[in-house]
């Protein structure tokens, strides 16, 4: 996979006419939407928009995008979906704030015959025309095994203490895939968990916070914990070293951010979930076309009542980061290996 570049839009709307020179399409032009929820993490701009952008741009280059952020606002974003529907949009590509409230915009689509496209976040109560994601509840999963086996491999007594858990928004419902995927990873492991904690609106400050009332709480009694996503695993890594604490216990994550990445290389964090969004961006774009052209885009699975295409995403420690992020194109050494983490990927036998 080849590494997309950049592109930062404003939260506002950005509206894109995808001209490619040479490219040829069979799909009518029309007006795609693409809707993301939040700038808390930096995948939307830096991945997930450029890569639906470049999928749209070959398959349908007369095509139009209209894209916007909601900035963790729901209303903000019920605002910006009856704008893309006000300036002609027959396809949107939906990642909302609020699962649950989302369910309206949905009906008022489909009732205008507007398809939706759930992204990334599924919407439960009410089936949207198709749901493309990486699985979710499978990443839960994942980080849980994985910082757990870590934990067994490391000689860490099961009896001597627990794991923190740190959930996502309580308003995701992919957050709550992840939650309960966790919940499955850590069943039967031996360790307990200490608390757990639902992050509002996913944000690193509010998760930080939390961890250091527990560290407070129960001291030396963590031995690790199960973050949901880079974010806040971010926050409790900082909780740690804000309290003095070290080594930091093994912490996961989720989404192979830059910062995270380094976090690994660095030794203060144990896992994350490599999911190049650019390959759900682009299953994206292809459904939108699809419908564009009146097709029914064939599902592997259902969820949530709405024809669904997963992706199975890859977990990342430090004993594969330079094989599944440097080899693969993710990321760049040089972009990586900046500042105090040379070190660090001189030991990963990371090349810069």
Known sequence: MTTLPRFLPLAGACLLSLGAAGAASAAPAGTVAFLMPDQASTRYEQHDFPGFKAEMAKLCPDCKVLYQNANGDAAQQQQQFNSVIAQGAKVIVLDPVDSTAAASLVHMAQGQGIKVIAYDRPVPSTPADYYVSFDNKGIGKAIAQSLVQH??????????????????????????????????????????????????????????????????????????????????????????????????????????????????????????????????????????????????????????????????????????????????????????????????????????
């Open 151 to 352: 934990l067994k491999d490391k000689g860490v007594p099961t009896d001597k203490g627990g794991v923190l858990e740190v959930n996502g928004s309580p308003t995701d419902a992919a957050a709550g895939l992840i939650r309960d995927g966790i919940h499955e990873g850590l069943q039967g492991s031996g360790y307990k968990t200490l608390a757990e904690f639902d992050t509002p609106e996913w944000a690193p400050p509010k998760a930080q916070q939390w961890v250091s009332g527990q560290i407070t709480r129960f001291g030396a009694q963590i031995v690790g914990v199960v973050a949901a996503n880079d974010g806040t695993g971010g926050g409790a890594i900082a909780a740690f070293k804000a309290a003095g604490v070290n080594p930091v216990p093994p912490v996961s994550g989720n989404d192979a951010t830059i910062a995270a990445l380094q976090l690994i290389v660095a030794g203060d964090q144990y896992n994350t979930i490599s999911k190049p969004s650019e390959i759900v961006a682009a299953a994206a774009a292809k459904v939108a076309v699809g419908f564009l052209a009146g097709q029914a885009p064939k599902a592997e699975m259902t969820l949530y009542k709405t024809p669904s295409q997963l992706f199975t995403p890859a977990v990342v420690t430090e004993k594969n980061l330079k094989a599944e992020i440097i080899d693969k194109k993710i990321l760049g050494a040089k972009e990586l290996c900046t500042g105090r983490y040379a070190d660090g990927c001189k030991r990963l036998g990371i090349a810069f």
